[in-house]
């Protein structure tokens, strides 16, 4: 066993540890910290000290307080940790949230590929919520592989899917202006029609926040079909 303790900003820096860690997501990141911060949550961010008196993990979370008790949000979880240390990791977990005053919820999302012996802990110490807030559903691509390679580990039925697409004629726009992102919502709301698909579109707020960000250059890329 370990425990979880606060992060301490005077002896690390946090970015080169959560790559050290394999837990270099945006959602762990400095940057994403920022974002939420201006949109009114708390942000607590807490590292792990094994039995060995070594880091093995840090855990993020997002904080908004009511009347009756604390709300927590972790959009990251436990992503990107080794299965063996996971059940530690939890127990050691669910304690400090027992330490704490007043009433509080926390919700955790967990965006690895998924893997029976993570999700064997996660059901044996923790409860699946009643309605979800995402699709449960993410993608990740290297940026490093090319088209060729890309289509030889795609299954026949995305071959096909792709092969045709790309008969239509789509029209690509990017940019991070109010047109933009209204477009992109209209084309999220197409797509949960026809997929029949339930999930949130992303806050507006969080989106200014994210496309109008001075020291980054962020955009949407948004495809749509010529009629």
């Known amino acids: 066993m370990g425990k979880w303790i606060f992060f301490d900003e005077k002896k690390y820096l946090w970015n080169d540890l959560i790559f050290s860690l394999n837990q270099n997501l945006a959602y762990n990141s ?48 436990f992503s990107g940790l080794p299965f063996e240390n996971l059940e530690v990791l939890i127990l050691d977990l669910k304690l400090f949230f027992s330490n704490l005053s007043q009433l509080n919820y926390l919700r955790i999302n967990n965006i690895d590929e998924f893997c029976s012996s993570k ?13 979800s807030l995402s699709s449960g559903f993410s993608v990740k691509m290297s940026t490093d592989i090319n088209s060729e390679e890309l289509l030889k580990i795609m299954s026949r039925k995305r071959r096909y899917t792709l092969k045709q697409s790309l008969k239509n004629e ?18 999220i709301e197409i797509y949960k029609n026809e997929k029949h698909i339930n999930f949130n579109l992303p806050q507006k707020t969080e989106l200014d926040l994210i496309l109008n960000d001075a020291d980054k250059k962020n955009f949407i890329i948004v495809g749509t079909k010529n009629n």
């Open 119 to 131: 999700n064997y802990f996660f059901s044996k110490h923790l409860k699946r919520p009643i309605f």
């Open 30 to 77: 400095e940057y994403w910290t920022k974002i939420k911060t201006k949109n009114g949550w708390q942000c607590s961010r807490l590292i792990h000290i094994n039995k060995n008196n070594k880091i093995d993990a840090v855990f993020v979370f997002y904080s908004k307080k009511s009347f009756f008790f604390n709300y927590h949000w972790s959009p990251a979880g």
């Open 170 to 187: 789509i029209n690509w726009e990017y940019g991070s202006s109010t047109e933009i992102v209204k477009k992109c919502n209209e084309v």
